[in-house]
């Protein structure tokens, strides 16, 4: 199967526009992530490239299907001007690393946890990862492999990560909806959870 990246790459710039910055990282073992940054008015958006070339495999499976599985990038919508939100190129390229590197499936509803602020500064440890669809497309690839999905991530605090555990995805996402939290906000405080 021909290479799916440049395929990629143009559903984000047909998507997002022109990249105005990108930054390469490559982990022992893994194939390089590339991490394209996209400004738009008031918002700039972060959206990997790379995790998308190989399919994701189960864990258990004794063989990776070098064709079937899903596939993804992950995308990042934030506002600029009040952190340094750059410094989330690498936590961003590990996410996108981390199903080569401990054979993690990354779906809606998942949470992803960078073990550390995502920016300097930043009151987020992880992202819950939404549906795909809405900003970016999916890419649809030659059967018989799945399509490549671009995957939005939402910062979470660590209580919204704890409360999230328990209550779930769609709770918490309905939280931030009744509490018209505004998920770009690269400094926004928790939601209420109690």
Known sequence: MADV???VEARLRSALGEPDARAAVTFLGT?????LRFTEGDVVRYATLGMSAQPMADPTAVLADPVKGPRAELVLSVRPGTADTDKVLRPLAVLAASPQVEGLIVAPGASLDVGGALWPG???TSVLVAESGGLVEDLELDAPADPVRFLPLLPMTPNEAAWKR???AG?????????GTDLRDPSRRSVPLD
């Open 31 to 35: 194939d390089r992530i590339e991490v």
């Open 122 to 124: 930043a009151p987020f």
């Open 171 to 179: 709770a918490l996402q309905e939280r931030w909806l009744n509490g």
């Open 166 to 168: 328990v209550h779930g």
């Open 5 to 7: 990246l440049p395929l």
